[in-house]
């Protein structure tokens, strides 16, 4: 009975190697041939400072390797602090990405400002907030379908001082915080 069992394992190692070796062989190769969009983050700056909210730009770079307009089908993101999430959502209408190039996206994100300030008391004197940003893409690619690429970003984002942005900010922003409004 052992040499029967022996036999009948070994038939069936040799049948599965050689039955799956094609599989493995395709997925190999269609990994290779069928290349996806590329994203990398490039920075995170502050735009602007208004009375309800901080207002990030995050610039991503978005490669397309195909000879074909791929259009994002969505877009979203989390932004967060200390673990703690400042601002999430999804960006309405992203773009097409042009053939054969990388593709500058800006996206803009909210933040309420009660959020920075409560982040403020909580991080050092020199108004600088650790920021990791993720982004999830999804492409509506021809042929192949939707494709998903997260990805994740770290830094930091140094917040001017109120004296710069009296002194540097729009004219209506400074006139907001001017002795006559708060009479």
Known sequence: ????????????????????????FTEETVAILVKK???TLNDVILKSISFDSVTLLAKVSVSNPYITIIPIGE???????AESVMASGKI???????????????IEVKVPYSVVITLLRDASTEW????ELQLCFTFAIPVIGDVTIPIT??????LPAISKFLHCGKKEDR???SIRNWI
């Not at 069936?12 to 493995?24: G, L, R, Y």
């Not at 877009?75 to 602090?81: D, E, F």
């Not at 309405?92 to 800006?106: A, C, E, Y």
């Not at 970003?153 to 140094?158: A, S, W």
């Open 175 to 177: 006139d907001w915080f």
């Open 128 to 131: 600088v907030i650790d920021y």
């Open 37 to 39: 969009p590329e994203a």
């Open 92 to 106: 309405q209408d992203p773009v097409s990405l042009t053939p054969m190039k990388s593709t500058l996206l800006v």
């Open 75 to 81: 877009l979203n993101y989390i932004l967060k602090s």
């Open 1 to 24: 009975m052992a040499f029967i069992e022996q036999a009948v394992n070994f038939v069936e190692e040799k049948v599965a190697v050689i039955v799956m070796t094609p599989v493995n």
């Open 153 to 158: 970003g770290k830094g930091e984002i140094k």
